[in-house]
C-alpha cells in the first residue's frame, strides 16, 4: 500500500493515543523510519503488521482498529488537501459510492501501483443502497463499514445503518453490504 | 460556422459546435473582426463576473504578449493572457473562422485545488476526461511530498545535531573515563606500592621473628653452653695455678740440686727474665737469634753452642746481650741455669698464655650471653688500641707464624673507648677469618685514621681470597658461613656487627681480587645503654 495509508494509520494513533504509543506499535513493527512518504508504495505485511500491532499496544481488536481506520481515512484525506478529489466523486452518498471506481482509477493513474479495491452499487432508493465490494486483501470490510461511516458523516447523514448481507465466497466473489439512512 | 485551419480542415455547424465545446473545452471565446465577444464558453461565464455577448475581450483579460487582439492572433502559437483582477490566468489557441472571426480556445492554468477557489470552480466543471483533477491531486501529492522531504530533512538535521551531540557526549564521556581509569589506576599502583611496602614489612617481621627465635634459641644455647664451658674453664684456671705451683716447686728442687752459688745465680737469672715476651714474626725471631748470636761471639767468646744460648737468652724475653747476662755466662754450671731460666720463662709464658686465653675464653661466654640480651654491657674504658691488636695478634700467634704477617700501623698513643673485651673480640673474628680463609697464608694489614675528630676509623684490610659479590651483603646475616658443616658457626660477623653497633658504630666491608677491607667507624664517644 502507498505510504499515504500508513500515514493516516499514524495520525490516527497518535491523535486518538499519543505518539508514545505509536512509537510503541512502530517499533514491534521493526519500522524505523520517522516518517512514511506518501507516493512510496511500501509492503502490505507493513500496514497489516502495524494494525495488528496497534490493536496489541491499544487493547483493541484489529476489527475495531480498521473500522476506526475506515472512517478517519475519509476525514484524513480531506484534510490532507484531497478534498477537491472527494468532491470530484459526488455530492451525495449514493453518488459518490457509485463513482467510487471513477476516484480510484483516477488515483490510479498517478499512483500506478495502486491495487484498488472494486465498487458498485444496486437496489439503490431514496434511503438505502447496496454496495457490492471487491478486493484481492482479506480482511479489510471492517474498513469498508469506517469508510461508509465516514462519507455518512461528510454527507452529514445523522444515522446510518451498514448491514452486511453477504460474506464473499468463490462462487459470488463479493461482499455486498446494505446502507440505510 | 466554418473553421478555417488547414489543420482541422473539416467545417461544421456552429449551433452545433457550442454544446460540444462547452462539453470538451467549456474555457472558450469567439469574438468577431471587432474583438466584440459573440459566444462564451460555461466556465468564463461561471468564473468572471460581468462578462457577456458583446463585451469586448479587452474590457476583462489582458494578452500576456502586451499586444492588441489582431496583432496577437498574428502569432499563431500557444498564448496566454490573465483577466483583468489578475486572478486568474489562462492559456489557449487561436483558431481563424469564417466572417474574419476567431474561436479562442482555452484552459484555466491551475497549479493546486486552492486555485480552484480563484476561478469560482470546481473540478465537477472540467470535462470528465480532462486531465486537470489528476494533475491537481499530483501537485497536492507533490507538494505534501515536498513538506513531507522538509520534514524528512528536519528530521534528519535534528538526528544529525543529536549524533553531534552524542558525539560530542561521548567524547566527553570517553574524556571522563579516561580520567577515571588514569584515577583508578594511579590508585592501583598507590595501592600496589603500599601492598608492597606491607610485603616488604611483613618479611622483615618475619624475618625479625625468624630471628628472635634463632636469638632465643641461641639464648638458651648460650646458657646451657656458658654453664658447660665455665666449669672447665674454672678448672683450667684453677689447675693452671697448681701447675704454676708445681712447677715452681720442681724448679726449686732442681735449684736445690745446685750448688750455693749457682743457686744463687740462677735466683737472680730468674728475677730479670723478661716473661712478657712480645710475639715475634718468625723472620724477626730468625734476625733476633743471629743478632744474640753475634753478640755472644764478641762479648763471650768463651762460650760455645752460641746457638743453643742464643735460643735460651731470646726465651727468657731478651733481645739483646745485657750486660747482666754476661756474669751468668761466664759461670761454670751456666749450660743448666740457663736452660732452667729459660725452661721456667716459656713455662711461665705459656702459663700466662692458657690464663689470658681461658680469662679471655671466659669473656667470650659473657659477651655471648650480653650479645643474646643485646645491650653494650660490661665496663667501658679507654685503652690503647695498637696494644688491644697486638693481645690479640699474640692469641692467634700459632696460626700466623704457619706463612702470614700482620702489619699494625697503629700510632701507639692512640687510645679507644670501649668495651675492650667486646672489641677484641671483634678483631679476633676479622683476623682469623682472613687467616682461615686464606689458609693461614696472607698479609693482613691494620690501618687506622681518626674521622673529622668524631670517629675512629680501623681498616684490617688482607691479601686473602675476595668475597664473591653475591655474598658480600649476607655476610653480617646471623648462621651465615661458607665453612664447612662444623668449621664455623656463621655467627662471627654477626656478633662482630652487634658489637660495633652497640658502640654506635658502623662497619663496612669491601672486597676484591687483590683485597678486602673491612672499615670499623668507632664514635671517639660512645654513650652506655641503659
Not at chain 2, 472558450?28 to 461565464?45: A, H, M, Q, T
Not at chain 2, 479562442?104 to 486537470?132: E, G, R, T
Not at chain 2, 520534514?151 to 567524547?171: D, Y
Not at chain 2, 638458651?220 to 716447686?249: F, M, R, W, Y
Amino acid at each position: 500500500m502507498y505510504g499515504l495509508v500508513n500515514k493516516a494509520i499514524q495520525d490516527l494513533v497518535c491523535e486518538k493515543f499519543g505518539k508514545d504509543k505509536w512509537a510503541e506499535i512502530k517499533k514491534l513493527s521493526n519500522f524505523e523510519d520517522d516518517f512514511f512518504i506518501g507516493l512510496q508504495p511500501y509492503p502490505d505485511s507493513l500496514t497489516y503488521s502495524l494494525v495488528h500491532n496497534a490493536s496489541k499496544v491499544l487493547g483493541a481488536e484489529s476489527n475495531i482498529i480498521m473500522e476506526a481506520f475506515g472512517e478517519y481515512w475519509i476525514l484524513y484525506t480531506a484534510n490532507e488537501g484531497y478534498g477537491e478529489m472527494l468532491n470530484l466523486a459526488g455530492n451525495s452518498l449514493p453518488e459518490f459510492l457509485n463513482n467510487l471506481d471513477m476516484l480510484h482509477n483516477r488515483v490510479n493513474n498517478i499512483m500506478p501501483e495502486l491495487v484498488a479495491p472494486q465498487f458498485s452499487t444496486r437496489n439503490e432508493t431514496p434511503n438505502s443502497i447496496e454496495l457490492e465490494y471487491r478486493s484481492k486483501r482479506e480482511g479489510m470490510t471492517p474498513m469498508v463499514i469506517g469508510l461508509i461511516r465516514g462519507l455518512g458523516k461528510r454527507f452529514n447523514i445523522e444515522k446510518i445503518q451498514i448491514t452486511h448481507i453477504q460474506e464473499k465466497n468463490e462462487t459470488n466473489g463479493c461482499h455486498i453490504f446494505k446502507i440505510e439512512w | 460556422m466554418n473553421i478555417i485551419n488547414n489543420d482541422i480542415g473539416d467545417v461544421f455547424s456552429f449551433n452545433k459546435t457550442i454544446p460540444i465545446l462547452n462539453y470538451t473545452t467549456p474555457y472558450f471565446l469567439i469574438i468577431d473582426s471587432s474583438n466584440s465577444i459573440i459566444e462564451i464558453g460555461k466556465n468564463f461565464i461561471n468564473s468572471i463576473d460581468g462578462i457577456k455577448i458583446g463585451s469586448s475581450f479587452e474590457d476583462f483579460f489582458i494578452w500576456e504578449s502586451q499586444l492588441n487582439t489582431k496583432e496577437t492572433f498574428k502569432a499563431e502559437r500557444l498564448l496566454f493572457f490573465t483577466s483583468k483582477n489578475k486572478k486568474q490566468r489562462y492559456k489557449c489557441t487561436v483558431l481563424k473562422i469564417e466572417n474574419e472571426s476567431f474561436i479562442i480556445l482555452a484552459n484555466a492554468v491551475i497549479n493546486s485545488q486552492y486555485n480552484l477557489l480563484d476561478y469560482k470552480l470546481s473540478l465537477n466543471d472540467f470535462p470528465k476526461h480532462d486531465y486537470i483533477a489528476e494533475y491537481v491531486f499530483l501537485q497536492q501529492a507533490s507538494t505534501k511530498g515536498l513538506e513531507e522531504l522538509k520534514l524528512f530533512n528536519q528530521s534528519l538535521n535534528n538526528t544529525n545535531k543529536e549524533l553531534v551531540l552524542s558525539k560530542q557526549m561521548l567524547v566527553n564521556a570517553n574524556a571522563i573515563l579516561e580520567k577515571r581509569v588514569n584515577e583508578r589506576t594511579n590508585e592501583l599502583v598507590q595501592k600496589q606500592i603500599a601492598l608492597e611496602e606491607s610485603l616488604e614489612k611483613l618479611f622483615n617481621i618475619q624475618k625479625e621473628m625468624i630471628q628472635q627465635e634463632k636469638m632465643a634459641t641461641l639464648g638458651l644455647l648460650i646458657a646451657g653452653i656458658s654453664h658447660e664451658i665455665n666449669t672447665p674453664l674454672g678448672a683450667i684456671n684453677a689447675s693452671c695455678q697448681t701447675l704454676i705451683d708445681t712447677v715452681k716447686k720442681d724448679i726449686i728442687s732442681e735449684l736445690n740440686d745446685l750448688n750455693f752459688n749457682d743457686y744463687k745465680s740462677a735466683i737472680s737469672l730468674l728475677s730479670i727474665v723478661n716473661y712478657e715476651k712480645k710475639y715475634l714474626t718468625t723472620r724477626e725471631e730468625r734476625e733476633l737469634l743471629s743478632t744474640i748470636s753475634q753478640q755472644l761471639n764478641i762479648k763471650t767468646p768463651y762460650v760455645n753452642e752460641t746457638n743453643f744460648y742464643s735460643r735460651k737468652i731470646l726465651e727468657m724475653g731478651f733481645s739483646e746481650i745485657d750486660p747482666t747476662l754476661i756474669s751468668f755466662l761466664e759461670l761454670p754450671n751456666r749450660r743448666k741455669i740457663f736452660s732452667i731460666a729459660s725452661g721456667f720463662a716459656r713455662l711461665n709464658r705459656v702459663l700466662n698464655t692458657i690464663s689470658i686465653a681461658t680469662s679471655r675464653a671466659t669473656k667470650v661466654v659473657k659477651t655471648l650471653n650480653n650479645y643474646s640480651h643485646g645491650n653494650l654491657n660490661g665496663v667501658l674504658t679507654t685503652f690503647n688500641l695498637k696494644e688491644s691488636f697486638e693481645n690479640t695478634i699474640s692469641l692467634l700467634s700459632n696460626k700466623i707464624k704457619n706463612g702470614s704477617n700482620v702489619n699494625i700501623n697503629i700510632h701507639d698513643t692512640i687510645l679507644i673507648t670501649g668495651n675492650q673485651d667486646e672489641l677484641s673480640q671483634v678483631w679476633t673474628n676479622i683476623i682469623n677469618n682472613a687467616l682461615q680463609a686464606s689458609n693461614n697464608k696472607c698479609t693482613i694489614k691494620i690501618d687506622y685514621f681518626l674521622i673529622n675528630n668524631l670517629y675512629h676509623s680501623i681498616i684490617i684490610s688482607n691479601n686473602g681470597p675476595a668475597i664473591p659479590k653475591d655474598l658480600l651483603s649476607k655476610i653480617f646475616e646471623p648462621f651465615f658461613t661458607t665453612k664447612q658443616l662444623g668449621h664455623g658457626s656463621g655467627m662471627g660477623l654477626d656478633i662482630v656487627k652487634k658489637i660495633i653497633e652497640k658502640h654506635s658504630g658502623k662497619i663496612h666491608v669491601e672486597s676484591n681480587e687483590k683485597a678486602t677491607a673491612f672499615e670499623i667507624q668507632i664514635p671517639l664517644k660512645v654513650i652506655k645503654d641503659e
